[in-house]
């Protein structure tokens, strides 16, 4: 298995800046993802997060607004740039540890508020 | 991707079996049926999958119909923390894991 660690775990932010948010892996990993999780809501995939390369992005997320890093196999980064208050939701890490195997893991996320 | 339906709520009592539905009529030969479930403030966590034989594990049993249009998740004896949003997602197995998550059934436990 796998332990995913997310920080912040939350966070409240002014409306205009950014926060970038950090995933750590105990373990290499294959494929690291990242959701959104809007309040009451159920999770939506932003992008797949590609090591040294660019994320891949889904339909209605784009690289500007929520630029992803994955330096390595057991870690990646997610910055939410020029929050507003519809940015406000929980974002979840989630990573697959090799691909003979059909099940992911995913962090405890992280809750942003904008204000 | 391969849609999914179930129930948006069901209720069951502590220490009793639950059977929790699926309809996935437009599922492919190659589609694993998936089940995670999302404790409150919690990320989602893997429960079981399957692709056309019944399955089970220390958390839960997978059933899966003849024509694989339908599926039901089993907990054979509904604790507390077993109260969740439990999600039915179709994935195309090893290789696949870009998981779209529908609405999903929340589950009550009651005591």
């Known amino acids: 298995s796998a332990v995913i660690s997310q920080k912040p775990s939350r966070d409240i932010c002014q409306r205009g800046t950014s926060l970038t948010i950090q995933c750590q892996v105990d373990?290499?990993?294959?494929?690291m993802f990242w959701y959104r999780q809007q309040p009451g809501q159920s999770l939506t995939l932003i992008a797949t997060?590609?090591?040294?390369?660019?994320?891949?992005?889904e339909s209605g997320f784009v690289i500007d607004k929520f630029p992803i890093s994955r330096p390595n196999l057991t870690f990646s980064t997610l910055t939410v740039s020029n929050m507003s208050p519809e940015d406000s939701s929980i974002y979840l890490c989630?990573?697959?540890?090799?691909?003979?195997?059909?099940?992911?893991?995913f962090g405890q996320g992280t809750r942003l508020t904008v204000v | 991707d391969a849609k999914t339906t179930q129930p948006n709520s069901m209720e069951s009592n502590e220490e009793e079996p639950v059977h929790l539905p699926c309809n996935h009529s437009?599922?492919?030969?190659?589609?694993?049926i998936h089940w995670y479930r999302q404790l409150p403030s919690q990320g989602p966590e893997y429960v079981i999958h399957?692709?056309?034989s019944n399955v089970n594990n220390r958390m839960a049993s997978l059933a899966i119909a003849e024509d694989r249009k339908s599926s039901t998740l089993i907990l054979h004896r509904a604790t507390l923390r077993d109260a969740a949003v439990y999600y039915c997602?179709?994935?195309?197995?090893?290789?696949?894991?870009?998981?779209?998550f529908g609405k999903g059934t929340k589950l009550s436990v009651i005591p």
């Open positions: 989630s990573a697959v540890q090799s691909l003979g195997l059909t099940r992911a893991f």
């Open positions: 997060a590609n090591q040294g390369s660019e994320a891949t992005y």
């Open positions: 997602i179709l994935a195309g197995g090893a290789g696949s894991y870009q998981l779209t």
């Open positions: 437009t599922i492919s030969g190659t589609d694993y």
């Open positions: 373990s290499q990993v294959t494929m």
């Open positions: 399957g692709l056309t």
